[in-house]
């Protein structure tokens, strides 16, 4: 079977296309990378108890969630610094907060009403 030598042109360069614009994004990612911290910070009750095992999501430059550890401590890789909105949850709860996370990734203590 003939195939037309502009036929194989045609049919390569989107598959081409496509490898070059994940490469771009890849490359793009990575240099968002570069300046990312680990956040680290705690969820506490009014009374000082800490929260264990309850979701924590970060929605700013980037998307993150983790849970609390037993302590109350969660900690979170590939955070670019800025600002955040940081949602805490643990069933029908949820508490709302705004941060910034700093070149050392610190969190104030988050600290929920219920």
């Known amino acids: 079977m003939y195939v037309s030598e502009s036929y194989r042109k045609r049919s390569i360069l989107p598959g081409i296309a496509c490898l070059l ?3 771009a994004l890849l490359a793009g990612a990575s240099a ?4 990312a911290v680990t956040a680290t910070g705690r969820v506490r009750g009014r009374d000082g108890a800490p929260k264990p095992f309850v979701s924590v999501s970060l929605v700013g430059p980037g998307r993150h ?3 609390t550890n037993a302590e109350g401590v969660f900690r979170i890789r ?7 909105e940081i949602r805490v949850r643990r069933g029908d709860f949820l508490s ?3 941060r910034r996370v700093g ?3 610190i969190i104030e203590d988050l600290v929920v009403k219920w």
């Open 21 to 23: 614009l994940a490469i």
């Open 32 to 35: 968002a990378m570069a300046g």
């Open 65 to 67: 969630s983790a849970m």
């Open 78 to 84: 590939g955070v670019v610094p800025g600002k955040y």
């Open 96 to 98: 709302v907060f705004s």
């Open 103 to 105: 070149e050392q990734g």
